[in-house]
């Protein structure tokens, strides 16, 4: 399996981005996908994820009401789509996914067997 993530960038605060993170090397729509990042001097952070078909969505509380998570089973792509960026978000953001295990378990870094190489995603105040 192998993941590419895509779109991170320099916006102002307040601005927007959507990431996408292509999938190749297996059966996409097996795998529970994931968003985490990790900002200088700070432990990664699982951001959002989102089940096999997309029924089933988690989101930090840091970034509830400001950024959904989506997949396209069909384009073996996920997307996370940033509204209303602070400068805390500031960070590179990664990629994951996660086998089919019957029980998914978010913001588990440990459980995502695969990352992709990161994007960079800055917010300037």
């Known amino acids: 399996v192998q993941l590419q993530a895509s779109g991170g960038g320099l916006v102002q605060a307040g601005g927007s981005l959507r990431l996408s993170c292509a999938f190749s090397?297996?059966?996409?729509?097996?795998?529970?996908m994931g968003w985490f990042r990790q900002a200088p001097g700070k432990e990664r952070e699982a951001v959002a994820g989102?089940?096999?078909?997309?029924?089933?969505?988690y989101l930090a509380d840091s970034v509830k009401g400001r950024f959904a998570i989506s997949r396209d089973n069909a384009k073996n792509t996920v997307y996370l789509q940033m509204n209303r960026l602070k400068p805390e978000d500031t960070a590179v953001y990664y990629c994951?996914?996660?086998?089919?295990?019957?029980?998914?378990?978010?913001?588990?870094?440990?459980?995502?067997?695969?990352w992709g190489q990161g994007t960079q995603v800055t917010v300037s105040s």
């Open positions: 090397g297996g059966t996409f729509s097996t795998y529970v």
């Open positions: 994951a996914a996660q086998g089919a295990t019957g029980r998914i378990y978010w913001s588990d870094y440990a459980s995502y067997g695969y």
């Open positions: 989102i089940s096999w078909r997309g029924g089933s969505t």
